[in-house]
Every structure is written in C-alpha cells, then in structure tokens.
C-alpha cells in the first residue's frame, strides 16, 4: 500500500516519541512505586484475578468452603460461650500455637474469644486460597501470601483497643505509653520524610563493629579489598577471599569482638581477604553483573596473587556473593583456571527454581515494574527492597515491632546485628535488572544459559572441593534451594544445615546458645535434601570450627605470617567504601 508524500504508515511511531512516551510509562511507575514499596500492583492484580475466575469456576471448591465457613461459625459461637468460663483459656486451645496470643492476658474474656475468631479466619482464608485447581501455581502462592499478610495487619494484637496487654499497660501507665508510642511515631516519620542516616544506636563503624585490625590493600570504582593482620606466627598456606552480597555492608561477618567470622578466621590461623563493596549511586547505574564478576572476584583474585604468588586460593561467598562466585568459579573452570583451592558458599544459591517466597515479588511484571523505577533513580533504594524482605516474616519485622514502638512505647534493644540491618545499600540498576531477568526469573546459570566474557559458563564444570551452608530457617534462600549446588559441582562435596535464619544462622559464634548444626558429605547428586537431612544428626554449638577444620585439611601446610602486608597500604579498615 503506498502512502502519500513522506506520511509514515499509520502504525509506525516515531522513535523519538516512542522514547518520550516510555519516558512517562517509567516516570508514572516509579510514582505508583513510591507508595507502593517498589510492589507492582498490575502483577498484585492479576494474581488476585486468576485466583477469583478459578475459584468462581470450581463449585466443588465453594462448596467445601461454604463447608468450612459453616463448621468454624459453630466453633465460633461455641467460643463465645465457652470463652468466658474458661478464664485459662482451655476453651480456645488453637492460641496456643500462635506467638501472638501467648501472653497470660489473652486468656482473658472477651480477648481469647477475639482471638480465637481471628484464628477461624485465618484458617478460612488459608482454605480459600489453597487448593484451587487451575490456578497458576505462582499465582496460587502469591493470594495466599497476599491474604495472609492483609489478616496479618488486621489481627486485633495489632490494636490498643483489642490488644490486653496494651489496654493494661495503658491502665498502669494512666496513658503514658501511647504518648511515648506517639512520640516514636513522629520520630520515625521525620526521619523517613527527610530520608535520615539510619539509626544504629551505639554501633559505629570502625568503633566497636568492623574493628578487626587490616588494611585496604587494594581499590577501583567497585571494590576495597581488605587484609586482615594474621594473629598467629604461621598461617595456613592458602589465604581465603570472602566475597559478602552487595545488597549488604560486608561487616556482617566481622561485628563485635566476640562474634566476628574475620576475628574467628585469623584466630584460627587463616590469612582472610574481604571484599567491600562500593554503596553505588546514580553515576554507576550501568555497572553490570560482568562488573561485579571482572572487577569484583577476578581483580580481588589478581590483587592476592601477586601478595602470595604461587598459592592457590580458598574462596568463600555469602548470599548473592556465594552465587557471583559461583559464576566466577565456573568461567575459571571453563578457562582451566585452577586458582581455587576450596568454594566455600553461605546461604547461597545458584538455582532459583524453588528460591522461597521473595520469588513472589520476582515476575514479569514486578521486574519490569523494578527496571521503570530503577530508569528514574539509576539505582533500587535500599527501602524498596527492603520492604519485601520485612514483609516474609511481617509478624516478627512489621507488627510486634508496631504494638512495641507505638501501643507500648518502648525502644527495643539494638544489637550489632540489628544495627548492621539497619545500615542498608542500593543495586545499580543495570546489574539488578540482569539479576532479577537472568538469573530469578530466566534461571540461566542453573540451565547453562548464562554468559561471562560473551561465553556459556556451567556450574557443572566446576571440581573444586565444595562447601555449602544452609540455614533452617531462612527465608532468602530456603536450605533446600541452597542444597542443590551439590547436584551440579563435580567435585568433592560437603553440606552443612545449620540452625538460625539466613543472618544469625551464619553469624552463629562458638558460644552463642541454643545452636546446632548438620555436617556431613553429599555421596552423589541424586541423593534427596531430606535423606541427607535424615542421615546426619544434629550436632550442639557453633559450626565455625567445623569449617575452619575443613579449610584446614583442604590446605596444603602453612607458611610464616607476613606482619605488613605484601601490597601497600592505601588506608587502614574497614576502608571508605563502607562508609558509603
């Protein structure tokens, strides 16, 4: 068809305006973002709407909901009665198996019959959202987290007028509390609102956490490596690199004195490496994951080798720096470069198919959503991100913080943990768009579809001996997911599940209490998570000194600890970067 004159067809637009007019898409959705936690609301939406059209079209499911609704109103009448002549609660047993409700005061009436209803509720909703055939099963897992965390907010412990423990508290205090809480309210909205430095309490960086003694022996526009000073006359032969996730500050494992993975490590003769990654800004919203693989691992692994030449390298990544390393090992195996004498990764995982609940907020949709907000800012906030994470255990992070700060006007207690979570980073938007496509919703390392150097690099390439650490309860990386990099690396394979979550569960200290620990090697890649689990028996303390064992027998004898540092110094750690 012929068009008159230079008019384009009716269906081409110009490139420049196709620009501007994504140019207002990005800027609308980075608006929607900013009250919405960086959540797509389009992908909330679409799961709900899946959810409704299945449910509307399976009347054997609403009739076992209409089932269930009718059995737990009768339960729910019988509580009422109930209830109030069972003043211990004998009535109303379910709130024994929820924290919320564990306080003495909740066995009071009309409180245990409130709560009891809000447990029938929850039990209805868990039904309702379950089980519907059809659904696709992300969107199956995602209404019902969604529904979990809207009744999470409505349970009466959130309120002072349903909550007992606050009414009685405010009675004591003759209001006193909620003055205080208010006072706390306005506190928290003026530092949100002038976007503040984040409270740590008395935990300073370089005071009395991030204090083991080193220097930065090396620096370019992404990393500080440090060197931490060998407390022992010798050393094992083979230095450690430790690689910490860039969404963190590296000090999660070198804290206070008495719970510093650094301090332990050196303690135990080990010459320890630590990367310090830059808190980037909107001038590095290009650096790319090849950024973090070249001038992350590869020039921290260039820096060591000329301070020890002719000694391999243990290697040790945590989190997300456990999976870049990963990469990075598998483009050394792919290039014959046997620089690594042992991969050691914390919690980390290199296939995401099962990677726990933060996938819900890893879509299409979400991702795109991210990559808009993200084009406006040149980074993701810390807070963005942030909020995901709190919303997996809102209960513990969101609400009993809420009833604390505010309904009973108390300040918790800061730890050096808690002050380290506090002390958040950004993700350049280049590097955390490829994160999220590559490798959450592609999965292109665990399928061999991921490339470094413009080349195809396998995880089953690599031979190094493997250490793997999961952690029981962790909501990042769920064990299970952390486990199957031992159905990839060929080489000799040790797991370790240990006790805690994904931060304490690592941060776990010869004589913290109440910890064990799983240990044992993986003899083939067909072996399921829960046999292993089966085969090995818990064992009581900290696992540190099992990996420390481990390093030391994967090393090849020790040499005389150097008292300066083979490099010069350019400054004494924890370095500048952190400070960022």
């Not at 209404?143 to 606050?166: E, I, K």
């Not at 990677?355 to 795109?368: H, K, P, R, Y």
């Not at 696992?543 to 010069?568: C, D, I, V």
């Amino acid at each position: 068809m012929k068009h008159a004159g230079n008019i384009p067809p009716a269906d081409a637009v110009p490139t420049r305006d196709a620009e501007r007019h994504n140019a207002i898409d990005r800027a609308f959705h980075a608006t929607i973002g900013s009250l919405t936690g960086g959540l797509s609301p389009m992908g909330l939406a679409t799961a709900w709407f899946d959810w409704g059209v299945h449910l509307a079209g399976s009347p054997a499911k609403q009739a076992e909901l209409q089932e269930r609704a009718v059995a737990n109103g009768a339960r729910a009448l019988q509580s009422a009665v109930s209830c109030p002549l069972s003043p211990a609660g004998e009535g109303c047993a379910e709130m024994e198996a929820d924290k919320r409700f564990r306080d003495e005061e909740w066995q009071r009436y009309p409180f245990n019959m409130l709560a009891q209803w809000f447990l029938l509720t929850e039990d209805w909703w868990h039904a309702a959202t379950t089980g519907v055939q059809g659904i696709a099963p992300r969107h199956a897992q995602m209404t019902n987290f969604l529904a979990r965390q809207a009744l999470d907010m409505m349970a009466p412990s959130n309120y002072a007028l349903t909550n007992p423990v606050v009414l009685d508290r405010t009675q004591q205090e003759q209001g006193a509390n909620l003055v205080r809480g208010f006072r706390n309210w306005l506190e928290d909205f003026a530092n949100y609102a002038e976007n503040a430095p984040p409270d740590t309490g008395d935990f300073k960086v370089g005071e009395n956490v991030a204090i083991t003694p080193g220097e930065v022996v090396y620096r370019n526009r992404l990393i500080e490596l440090i060197r931490y000073r060998p407390t022992t006359k010798e050393v094992k032969a083979e230095p450690l690199l430790i690689v910490p996730a860039w969404i963190m500050k590296y000090y999660i494992l070198d804290l206070s004195a008495h719970n510093s993975m650094v301090r332990f490590l050196v303690d135990q003769g080990i010459e320890v490496y630590m990367i310090s990654w830059l808190n980037p800004g909107e001038a590095d919203s290009e650096l790319s994951m090849e950024d973090y693989v070249r001038l992350g691992i590869f020039e921290a692994l260039d820096t060591i080798g000329k301070a020890v030449p002719d000694q391999k390298i243990h290697a040790a990544g945590y989190c997300l720096g456990g999976t870049l390393l990963s990469i990075a090992a598998a483009a050394m195996a792919r290039e014959k470069d046997d620089r690594l004498a042992s991969l050691t990764l914390l919690a980390a995982q290199v296939d995401f198919t099962e990677a726990g609940e933060i996938t819900l907020f890893t879509d299409d949709s979400q991702v795109a959503f991210l990559e808009d907000i993200m084009a406006e800012q040149g980074y993701l906030k810390s807070d963005q991100m942030a909020g995901a994470f709190q919303m997996l255990r809102s209960n513990d992070l969101i609400w009993s913080r809420t009833i604390r700060d505010y309904l009973l006007g108390e300040r918790g207690g800061m730890n050096d943990l808690m002050a380290w979570n506090a002390d958040a980073t950004r993700m350049p938007a280049t590097m955390h768009s490829e994160y999220l496509r590559k490798l959450f919703l592609e999965n292109r390392l665990a399928l061999g579809q991921y490339k470094v150097g413009g080349r195809l690099v396998s995880v089953e390439d690599i031979e190094t001996p493997l250490f793997a650490v999961g952690t029981e309860k962790d909501h990042v990386a769920p064990w299970k997911s952390v486990w199957k990099i031992t159905r990839f690396a060929d080489g000799s394979n040790t797991f370790l599940l240990t006790s805690g979550g994904h931060n304490a569960g690592i941060v776990s200290e010869p004589g913290h209490p109440r910890r064990h620990y799983r240990i044992g090697e993986v003899p083939g890649h067909a072996l399921a998570a829960e046999t292993w689990k089966g085969a090995h028996a818990p064992i009581e303390g900290s696992w540190w000194p099992a990996w420390a064992e481990w390093l030391t027998a994967h090393s090849t004898g020790t040499r005389a600890a150097a008292e300066k540092p083979a490099l010069p110094s350019l400054g004494a750690a924890p370095g500048t970067y952190v400070f960022g």
